[in-house]
């Protein structure tokens, strides 16, 4: 998909603000208390998401994750279909105070690699 100049450069200084973490991580860092957190709208997750993870569109992201999510220290791995909305997310949390928000490194598209899935 092409995006704005504009666009993608908002997204590429996200990314080089937060942790990315390889998909081949995900589900160790779940184990471990991790939360994976799906960004992509309701419709987008419905079509397929993580097993276990949460769904909270970008959209909303900033108005309802405290209720969510309301230990500022959870690690949380956000994730979209690649990159970007993923990694903007993980920068807006973390500016939030979400010392530990990550995105997930190709996002869903990468986790279903994995699996055999792509």
Known sequence: MAYSTKFQSLADAARAKVDEVPAQ???ALMASGAVALDIRDPDEHA???????????????????????PDFETVILC?????????LSAAS???MGYSNAKFIAGGLNAWRKLQGDA
């Open 93 to 95: 949390l973390r500016e």
């Open 25 to 27: 991580e995900v589900a």
């Open 79 to 87: 994730y979209c279909n690649a990159y970007n909305r993923g990694a």
């Open 47 to 69: 079509k397929g998401h993580i097993p276990g993870s949460v769904n909270l569109s970008r959209g909303k992201l900033e108005m309802n994750v405290e209720d969510m999510l």
